[in-house]
T-cell receptor, first 113, second 115 residues
Framework: KQEVTQIPAALSVPEGENLVLNCSFT??????LQWFRQDPGKGLTSLLL?????REQTSGRLNASLDKSSGRSTLYIAASQPGDSATYLC????????????FGPGTRLSVLP | DVKVTQSSRYLVKRTGEKVFLECVQD?????MFWYRQDPGLGLRLIYF???????EKGDIPEGYSVSREKKERFSLILESASTNQTSMYLC??????????????FGPGTRLTVL
């Protein structure tokens, strides 16, 4: 059974720092991996989607990498800002019919001004 | 922009009541999903649908049913609400009808409390 973990569970950094969030999954047979942002009490917003054949995706200050063979993805946030404070979740979409969409528990990020 | 709306942001019901949660998307997406989100457990898939009148069980379908009579609308039904169904319910949609490889767009969520 696919399991997704995220480390750390919570992170607090001063404004301007570069930071890395980690996501690990146990089964490498995935269609893709997606990073989401969730603000308190709200739904999820997609940040980046990496297809299984890709190694990384970039959007502005965000860069996500994928290493399928080792079951890892990282989300790199450059020059963090207070507005980046949120919970960040990764999710994997599995490579079999009767799909499972498995989410990690999230990393709660606080960027202090 | 894709818009996914949910009928209520907050809902309070009593044990045994029948509860309907409605979700509507306005971008002609094929796929629609219902999740629940609980502290410490993350998001878990309840049901999904890849076409009108089609539905598939997710990881935790027990105690729930769904209806998709029109492409834009996906309803989650709690036939007899119980206290362990108190949770945040999130609806999502995505474009691709066959391979689930597209980005999912989420609604704002419905926080359901069952007393």
């Amino acid at each position: 059974k696919q399991e997704v973990t995220q480390i750390p569970a919570a992170l607090s950094v001063p404004e301007g720092e570069n930071l890395v969030l980690n996501c690990s999954f146990t089964d490498s047979a995935i269609y893709n991996l997606q990073w989401f942002r969730q603000d308190p009490g709200k739904g999820l917003t997609s940040l980046l989607l990496i297809q299984s054949s890709q190694r990384e995706q970039t959007s502005g200050r965000l860069n996500a990498s994928l290493d399928k063979s080792s079951g890892r993805s990282t989300l790199y946030i450059a020059a963090s800002q207070p507005g980046d404070s949120a919970t960040y979740l990764c999710a994997v979409y599995l490579d079999n019919y009767g799909q499972n969409f498995v989410f990690g528990p999230g990393t709660r990020l606080s960027v202090l001004p | 922009d894709v818009k996914v709306t949910q009928s209520s942001r907050y809902l309070v019901k009593r044990t045994g009541e029948k509860v309907f949660l409605e979700c509507v998307q306005d971008m002609d997406h094929e796929n629609m999903f219902w999740y629940r989100q609980d502290p410490g457990l993350g998001l878990r898939l309840i049901y999904f649908s890849y076409d009108v009148k089609m539905k598939e069980k997710g990881d935790i379908p027990e105690g729930y049913s769904v209806s998709r009579e029109k492409k834009e609308r996906f309803s989650l039904i709690l036939e007899s609400a119980s206290t362990n169904q108190t949770s945040m319910y999130l609806c999502a949609s995505s474009l691709d009808g066959t391979r689930f490889t597209d980005t999912q767009y989420f609604g704002p969520g419905t926080r359901l409390t069952v007393l």
